[in-house]
């Protein structure tokens, strides 16, 4: 857990914690709705990721918070004070985007010096301040290069110093690595996170990377369809999800639809509609009139084990090995059960040789291991 996380659970949330708000905001474009009662609240300090997959909203909502685009319904605060109708360059926050927005006829120095310079401050405080962003972002030594003579990496660490120079309140990223090839993006990662904590300003990042997402923030809202279906730290959003679409979108899940048989305050008994009895945990009361019709369970594949004998009696099924991938890391299974349900396994890649296709195989989970969602 990060520094900042710590900082948050002690921490009491009351509103002079808060850097950014979003009161019930809607976002109307032609009669589409693009943003669907949206409540946030992001504390002071945090590195706050919006993720969810494109044209779920995630970039409009970023904008609304830069002032980009005004609200069709609802509030958007700024450490406790409206910004609705306030235009982007009275707000106190700044954007680094996807494709940098560098001035291609200004060297490094003046394009970091471009706001300042605008806000008419004098030649000592640029001269000072210009100087302390490029040396943040391991940029002053390359103060004379132009944009093309720069790596993506370097432009991208430039676009960071111009918007740092200006001491924002809360540094808005939209997609700020999606440009960069994987390794410089994993570097560009670790960069984004010492800076943060060396900084303690506020990150708001949009992305669809969910491995960016859990890597870097404090706290992650998944957006869907114009809405936020969970807010949590990256540990609660991958390991309990809350609904079918947050455990199949951020990483790898096995998912099984069925009917609740046995419903106790902390576990229930279900029957896929293939015939598999599954038991699981999970985190809602169903019992009584609670219990919903249809539930989803959801299984990641990481925690499914694979043997060629039936160990134990509960969620463990026969089938057969359909198709493997090596992945370096781990090995990639697909498992076809009796029941013609077909199961995603992720075994080490130092396990044991795989058994023949021919050979049948056992797949299990503890109950512990899978939970069960409201379809």
């Given at each position: 857990?990060?520094?900042?996380?710590?900082?948050?659970?002690?921490?009491?949330?009351?509103?002079?914690?808060l850097?950014?708000?979003?009161?019930?905001?809607?976002?109307?474009?032609?009669?589409?709705?693009?943003?669907?009662?949206?409540?946030?609240?992001?504390?002071?300090?945090?590195?706050?990721?919006?993720?969810?997959?494109?044209?779920?909203?995630?970039?409009?909502?970023?904008?609304?918070?830069?002032g980009?685009?005004?609200?069709?319904?609802?509030?958007?605060m700024?450490?406790?004070?409206?910004?609705?109708?306030?235009?982007?360059?009275?707000?106190?926050?700044?954007?680094?985007?996807?494709?940098?927005?560098?001035?291609?006829?200004?060297?490094?120095?003046?394009?970091?010096?471009?706001?300042?310079?605008?806000?008419?401050?004098?030649?000592?405080?640029?001269?000072?301040?210009?100087?302390?962003?490029?040396?943040?972002?391991?940029?002053?030594?390359?103060?004379?290069?132009?944009?093309?003579?720069?790596?993506?990496?370097?432009?991208?660490?430039?676009?960071?110093?111009?918007?740092?120079?200006?001491?924002?309140?809360?540094?808005?990223?939209?997609?700020?690595?999606?440009?960069?090839?994987?390794k410089?993006?994993k570097?560009?990662?670790v960069?984004?996170?010492?800076?943060?904590?060396?900084?303690?300003?506020?990150?708001?990042?949009?992305?669809?990377?969910?491995?960016?997402?859990?890597?870097?923030?404090?706290?992650?809202?998944?957006?869907?369809?114009?809405?936020?279906?969970?807010?949590?730290?990256?540990?609660?959003?991958?390991?309990?999800?809350?609904?079918?679409?947050?455990?199949?979108?951020?990483?790898?899940?096995?998912?099984?639809?069925?009917?609740?048989?046995?419903?106790?305050?902390?576990?229930?008994?279900?029957?896929?509609?293939?015939?598999?009895?599954?038991?699981?945990?999970?985190?809602?009361d169903?019992?009584?009139?609670?219990?919903?019709?249809?539930?989803?369970?959801?299984?990641?594949?990481?925690?499914?084990?694979?043997?060629?004998?039936?160990?134990?009696?509960e969620?463990?099924?026969?089938?057969?090995?359909?198709?493997?991938?090596?992945?370096?890391?781990?090995?990639?299974?697909?498992?076809?059960?009796?029941?013609?349900?077909?199961?995603?396994?992720?075994?080490?890649?130092d396990?044991?040789?795989?058994?023949?296709?021919?050979?049948?195989?056992?797949?299990?989970?503890?109950?512990?291991?899978?939970?069960?969602?409201?379809?």
């Open positions: 857990m990060s520094q900042t996380a710590v900082k948050n659970q002690q921490s009491t949330k009351t509103g002079s914690d850097d950014v708000e979003l009161r019930k905001v809607f976002k109307v474009f032609n009669g589409e709705t693009a943003v669907r009662g949206v409540d946030l609240s992001i504390r002071r300090g945090e590195f706050f990721s919006i993720l969810g997959p494109s044209g779920c909203g995630k970039t409009t909502l970023l904008r609304l918070i830069a980009f685009e005004e609200p069709t319904a609802g509030e958007v700024i450490r406790g004070q409206s910004v609705v109708n306030v235009p982007p360059f009275r707000r106190p926050v700044n954007t680094v985007f996807q494709s940098y927005a560098l001035f291609s006829h200004m060297n490094v120095w003046d394009n970091v010096a471009f706001g300042l310079r605008l806000k008419k401050r004098g030649k000592a405080e640029v001269q000072d301040r210009v100087k302390e962003s490029l040396k943040l972002v391991k940029m002053d030594t390359f103060a004379k290069r132009f944009p093309a003579q720069l790596s993506g990496g370097q432009q991208q660490r430039v676009a960071l110093a111009r918007a740092l120079v200006n001491r924002p309140t809360v540094l808005l990223l939209d997609e700020p690595l999606g440009a960069l090839d994987l410089l993006r570097e560009m990662q960069e984004l996170t010492n800076l943060h904590l060396e900084l303690g300003v506020t990150f708001i990042m949009v992305t669809h990377d969910q491995e960016e997402a859990l890597s870097l923030s404090d706290r992650i809202a998944v957006m869907n369809n114009g809405m936020v279906e969970q807010i949590g730290t990256p540990e609660q959003v991958y390991e309990r999800p809350i609904t079918p679409f947050v455990a199949e979108f951020i990483g790898d899940t096995n998912l099984f639809q069925g009917q609740v048989e046995t419903a106790e305050p902390t576990f229930v008994e279900i029957t896929t509609a293939k015939g598999l009895h599954i038991t699981t945990v999970t985190t809602q169903w019992t009584g009139s609670a219990t919903p019709d249809q539930v989803m369970v959801s299984i990641r594949p990481e925690k499914i084990h694979m043997s060629l004998t039936a160990d134990r009696q969620n463990c099924f026969v089938g057969r090995l359909k198709h493997v991938m090596y992945m370096g890391t781990h090995t990639h299974c697909v498992v076809e059960l009796l029941s013609g349900d077909r199961i995603i396994v992720m075994q080490p890649s396990a044991a040789l795989l058994p023949d296709p021919s050979t049948p195989v056992y797949v299990y989970w503890d109950s512990v291991d899978c939970l069960a969602l409201a379809a």
